[in-house]
């Protein structure tokens, strides 16, 4: 029996966990997984909700570590999974993507010699001013097996000297979910019905990175640019940025509707219906392309660019003439079908690679 524990603590890593650790209760004569929850993401909207929709197992450890500054919020959580570990002793730590407690479930593994296996590695957006860079540069650098989603991934691996032995390219697991949870949005989400949505008549926006929200130069310049949109927009709310929004006291325009985070099922078909998606999120960038819609990446560069070079996806900054001018654009693009992040099996592509 090969015995897992994952880390995870932020809302995409609920949802990418939801797929692999399906995988292992598929194999329970060959996997045992324990699952600690660092705290990260604490509100209802932005964790439990997962659990429960995505039938993800209760985590068996709860950290309660959310909020705080950097150094705070990743010290207490290494402090934590440390003592889970040193009682755990799992054959594999498993970690997902670029967020404090990936780091701290990196640091927390390899001090006591338990090999760390990596999911979503080999990302780089070559900004070390992002938190996430220099997670993921760390996480990648002390993993014993890194799962890349694309070409690419890999290709940067291999250009920072990371033994090709330990690099396994398995697809995208955002994909495998976008697959296994569609028709399950179609039939239970009554988001668009809630909303007072038409299919195809609003464009779906998301907003929560620090380079966005804690300027209020940017901020407002998005708002701007949304206002131009020849549609309803519709703005499910990260709680940071609302936070943002009243300390800097910025005019929402009345075509933007702000909501609560949703499900990611409401998410989904959320996505699904839209004309267009405006965000400056790593993960709903690739779902826009998985549900066949354009794009629109309010950042100033991106990791998924294989998405730019299809002409899919459209980096803006928070710039509102740029973001005028591609939704000018956009509104035309016809998102061809074809994969670039696997075959939808990354899933037990990385279950069945943790071997002893
Ligand atoms: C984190 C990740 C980011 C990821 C994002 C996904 C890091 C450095 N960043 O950013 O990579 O894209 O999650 O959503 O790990 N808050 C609440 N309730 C919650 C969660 C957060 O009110 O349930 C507020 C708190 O004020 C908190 C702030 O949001 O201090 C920021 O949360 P944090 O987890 O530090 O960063 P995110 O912006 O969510
Ligand atoms: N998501 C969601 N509800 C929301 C906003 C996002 O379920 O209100 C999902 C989205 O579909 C994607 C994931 O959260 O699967 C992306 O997470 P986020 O944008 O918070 O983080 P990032 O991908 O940028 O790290």
Redesign the pocket.
């Known amino acids: 029996m090969i015995r897992v524990c994952t880390v995870v603590g932020?809302?995409?890593q609920f949802?990418k966990a939801a797929v692999v650790s399906r995988a292992f209760r598929e194999a329970p004569d060959r996997y045992a997984e324990s699952i600690i929850h660092t705290g990260q993401h604490y509100d209802h909207?932005m964790s439990d909700v997962?659990f429960s929709e995505l039938d993800i197992p209760k985590p068996d450890h709860n950290l309660g570590v959310g909020g705080g500054s950097h150094g705070q919020n990743t010290g207490r959580m290494l402090e934590k999974v440390e003592e889970v570990l040193v009682a755990e002793r799992p054959d594999f730590v498993l970690l997902y993507?670029?967020?404090n407690s990936t780091l701290a479930g990196v640091l927390a593994a390899v001090k006591l010699h338990i090999p760390v296996a990596h999911v979503e590695a080999g990302l780089r957006s070559y900004n070390r001013r992002m938190p996430?860079e220099i997670n993921r540069v760390l996480t990648d650098h002390a993993s014993s097996l890194l799962f890349t989603p694309t070409d690419l991934a890999t290709r940067n691996l291999a250009g920072e000297g990371i033994s090709a032995g330990k690099v396994l390219q398995v697809g995208d697991v955002?994909y495998d979910?976008a697959l296994f949870y569609a028709g399950l949005a179609e039939r239970n989400s009554g988001s668009l019905a809630r909303f007072g949505l038409a299919p195809k008549g609003y464009a779906l926006a998301?907003i929560?990175?620090p380079e966005n929200t804690d300027d209020p130069m940017r901020l407002r310049g998005i708002f701007t640019g949304l206002e131009a949109a020849p549609m309803p927009v519709l703005l499910?709310l990260?709680p940071r940025t609302r936070k943002q929004i009243a300390a800097f006291d910025i005019a929402v325009p009345a075509s933007v509707t702000i909501v609560d985070?949703?499900?990611?099922l409401?998410?989904?078909m959320l996505?699904r219906n839209a004309a267009l998606i405006l965000?400056?999120?790593?993960?709903?960038q690739k779902?826009a392309y998985f549900h066949g819609v354009p794009c629109i990446t309010m950042r100033d560069e991106t990791e998924w660019v294989e998405l730019v070079d299809a002409g899919v996806n459209i980096i803006v900054g928070a710039d509102p003439d740029r973001i005028r001018a591609a939704l000018a654009r956009s509104i035309t693009t016809v998102v061809p079908e074809g994969q670039l992040y696997g075959d939808g099996t990354a899933g037990t592509k990385i279950r069945d690679a943790l071997q002893p």
Do not use: K, L, W
């Open positions: 932020a809302r995409p949802i909207g997962f993507g670029d967020t996430e955002m979910a998301t929560h990175r499910p990260h985070p949703v499900g990611y409401d998410m989904v996505e965000t400056d999120s790593g993960g709903v779902e």
